[in-house]
């Protein structure tokens, strides 16, 4: 186990946004967290990495409380994609580099360096390194995020609706590539999504929410038609094609 969340507990002006949200992650697992807007998704990823302080419970990594550390030893530890990303007049290059900032002391070294190059390399990105971020599109700066994530070599990454940006190419080459990330370095990953079918395809384990807690916890094999109506309120049919589970809505009239 490399992750472990237990008895979770938020409240945002005393409203309470999540509820005792528990489960564990183990080395090489991608896990897809679905669910309706609203339902905490993206308050669970800050509440993991301490950007939001959870009002209870512990994250645990690698059996260490994640909540009693400093900001800098989380951030070598797990890496963060938001959902929108902030802008400025730096480079492509110098904005993945500040990904090393938790690792480097006085002086930049060699493999810091280097370590930003194959994350360029990784991401077929290498067109973008001397262009400015404030000039892209929200493509390429969701990919230029993603490789400031990775060069801080977490044992979990969270990202936050990572493809929302990307045409459906830049989709599936992205999501594979977190996931053979994921599985060669041992580590974990956690994405908050809406796309099933992505998840469907490219995730091992799933966290339905619902009302602010876990509603599922569970591998493929948990994914039902019933589940995702009892989660979205929307009947489905789950099929096959192309050797992979799909899932699309049932036929509904149109007036």
């Known amino acids: 186990m490399i992750l472990s969340v237990e008895e979770l507990r938020f409240l945002y002006q005393n ?73 400025g007049r730096l480079t492509a290059f110098d904005a993945v580099l500040l990904g090393r900032r938790p690792h480097i002391g006085w002086n930049l070294a060699e493999q810091d360096l280097a370590i930003v190059d194959a994350a360029f390399k990784r991401l077929s990105m290498e067109h973008l390194r001397l262009s400015y971020i404030d ?43 977190i996931v053979q990330i994921v599985r060669q370095h041992n580590i974990a990953a956690v994405m908050t999504m809406h796309d099933l079918n992505q998840a469907l395809r490219f995730a091992d384990r799933f966290i339905f929410m619902k009302d602010g807690r876990v509603h599922l916890h569970g591998g493929q094999e948990d994914v039902t038609a019933e589940v995702i109506n009892e989660v979205y309120g929307l009947p489905v049919i789950i099929g096959e094609l192309g050797g992979m589970r799909c899932v699309v809505p049932e036929r509904c009239s149109v007036d």
């Open 15 to 87: 409203r309470a946004v999540l509820h005792e949200i528990a489960f564990t992650i183990e080395p090489g697992q991608t896990v897809a967290v679905l669910g309706p807007n609203g339902v905490g998704k993206t308050t669970l990823l800050k509440c993991l990495n301490r950007i939001l302080r959870p009002k209870s419970g512990s994250v645990l990594l690698d059996g260490e409380n994640l909540l009693g550390l400093d900001t800098m030893e989380i951030a070598r530890r797990v890496g963060y994609v938001p959902q929108r990303v902030e802008t």
């Open 135 to 177: 000039e892209m599109s929200g493509g390429e700066l969701q990919k230029v995020a993603i490789a400031r994530a990775l060069v801080q070599e977490p044992k979990v990454l969270l990202l936050d609706e990572p493809t929302s940006s990307l045409d459906m190419k830049n989709q599936v080459e992205i999501l594979a590539t």
